[in-house]
C-alpha cells in the first residue's frame, strides 16, 4: 500500500509543487510566530533569569520587570535580617537619554547593579569585565544597540542626561522587551537618574533555594508595601503580564494557528482531489479484498509526505533567515524541542485534514468497479 501512496503522491507535479508550497508557508508562520513570542518573552524576563537570585521584593503593585516604582532601598535591612537570606543586593532600573554623534539622541533603560558583587550584570561580555564600571561614570551597552545608537568603541565618552559616561566594555545578546538600548552602570552612578534613597528591587540569595516560597510569605508579611515574588514567580508575572494583559501573545498565537489551517486546508484540498482522481483504483483494492484500513494507511501516508517534505524545507528557510531577523532586530528563539512540537502538530493537523477522504474511502462500494 506504502508503493501506491508514492506513487500517486508524486504523480500530480503541479498539485505536489502547490501542497509543498502551503505546507512550506505554514511551517514558516506557525515556527517564526511562535519562536518571535518566545524570543520577545525572553527578553522582557532576560535580567530576571540570568540574576543569580532567589527572591524579588518590589514595588507594590508592579505589572512587569521594566515599568516598576521605587521604594526607600533602606528596606534591605528587612530583608538581611532573616536568618534564611545568605545575601541581599539592590538593583536600580531607570530610563534616560543618551546624546548621538550626529546630534540626536535614544531613549535607552539604565541598570544600575553592584559592580563587587555582579548581582544584575551583564552576563555575557564581547569586550572588558562587568567590574568596570567601578569607580567613576562608567558604563556597559550592549552590542546589539549598534543599530540604533552608531558603531560602539572602548574608551569613546558620550553624554547621558547631561552626564557624561565613559564606555568601558560592551555586552553582546542582552535585549530589553522595549527595544530601547540598556546601559550598565554601577549602582551608585545610577542613583543620578533616580530618586534620592530609592530603590527598584532588592534580590536575594537564601542559604537554602527550596525555601524560596517560604521566605517570599515571610516578607510578604512584613513588607506589606511592598510586592515579593520568587524568580520563577516573576518571570512568570512578567511574561503573563505581555502576553494576557498586552493581547499580545494572543496575536502571534493567533498567527501561528492560521498558518496551521492554512496548510490543513491545502493538504486536505489535495488528498482529497487525489483520491477522488483515484477512486476507481480504491474501489478495485477493497472489490480484491482490501480492508479500510489498507486504504487509510495510503491517505495517511500522503498526509504524513507532504508534512515532512513542506515542513523540512520550511525549517531549512527558517534557519537561513534566522540571521536576517536577528539584523532587523526581532530575536527567534528556536530550539530543538520548539520544532519537534511544531512538526508533531503539523503532522497531526494534515492527518485531521484528511479525514474528509477517510470517509469518502469508508463509504466507498467496491461493486461501482464493476459498473459499465
Not at 552626564?163 to 546601559?183: M, Q, Y
Not at 486504504?295 to 515532512?308: E, G, N, V
Not at 537561513?320 to 503539523?346: D, H, I, Q, W
Amino acid at each position: 500500500m506504502y508503493w501506491l501512496a508514492v506513487k500517486t503522491f508524486f504523480h500530480e507535479r503541479s498539485r505536489l509543487f502547490t501542497t509543498l508550497v502551503g505546507i512550506i508557508f505554514s511551517t514558516l508562520l506557525t515556527i517564526t510566530q511562535i519562536a518571535m513570542y518566545l524570543g520577545v518573552m525572553g527578553n522582557a524576563s532576560t535580567i530576571i533569569r540570568h540574576t543569580d537570585g532567589d527572591v524579588w521584593v518590589t514595588s507594590r503593585n508592579i505589572q512587569n520587570f521594566d515599568f516598576a516604582n521605587p521604594f526607600p532601598e533602606d528596606r534591605i535591612n528587612r530583608v538581611r535580617a532573616l536568618a534564611e537570606v545568605d545575601w541581599a543586593q539592590r538593583l536600580i532600573i531607570s530610563w534616560g537619554f543618551l546624546k548621538l554623534e550626529n546630534g540626536g539622541q535614544e531613549q535607552v533603560q539604565i541598570v544600575g547593579y553592584n559592580p563587587d558583587s555582579g548581582v544584575g550584570a551583564p552576563w555575557s561580555m564581547v569586550s572588558g569585565a562587568a567590574s568596570d564600571v567601578k569607580g567613576g561614570r562608567y558604563m556597559i551597552i550592549d552590542k546589539t544597540s549598534e543599530q540604533r545608537l552608531g558603531t560602539l568603541a572602548i574608551g569613546q565618552v558620550s553624554e547621558l542626561s547631561s552626564l557624561r559616561f565613559k564606555l568601558v566594555g560592551i555586552s553582546e545578546g542582552i535585549k530589553s522587551f522595549t527595544t530601547a538600548p540598556i546601559i550598565f552602570m554601577s549602582y551608585n552612578q545610577a542613583r543620578l537618574f533616580y530618586p534620592q534613597g530609592q530603590t527598584t528591587f532588592i534580590i536575594a540569595k537564601l542559604k537554602d533555594a527550596s525555601k524560596a516560597e517560604e521566605v517570599s510569605r515571610i516578607l510578604r508579611d512584613t513588607m506589606k508595601d511592598n510586592d515579593v515574588y520568587t524568580s520563577a514567580g516573576f518571570v512568570y508575572k512578567t511574561v503573563m503580564y505581555w502576553t494576557v494583559q498586552t493581547g499580545m501573545g494572543m496575536g502571534f498565537f493567533l498567527t501561528a494557528i492560521l498558518g496551521l489551517m492554512i496548510g490543513a486546508a491545502i493538504v486536505g484540498q489535495t488528498i482529497y482531489a487525489n483520491t477522488m482522481e483515484h477512486i476507481q483504483e480504491f474501489g478495485t483494492l477493497k472489490a480484491m479484498g482490501a480492508r479500510n484500513l489498507d486504504l487509510y494507511k495510503i491517505i495517511f501516508t500522503q498526509a504524513a509526505m507532504s508534512a515532512s517534505i513542506g515542513y523540512v524545507v520550511g525549517t531549512a528557510i527558517v534557519f537561513l533567515t534566522k540571521n536576517g531577523f536577528e539584523k532587523a532586530g526581532v530575536t527567534l528563539y528556536l530550539s530543538v524541542p520548539l520544532f519537534a512540537v511544531v512538526f508533531v502538530v503539523m503532522l497531526l493537523t494534515c492527518f485531521a485534514s484528511a479525514y474528509i477522504s477517510i470517509r469518502k474511502v469508508r463509504s466507498l462500494d467496491p461493486v461501482m468497479v464493476f459498473r459499465g
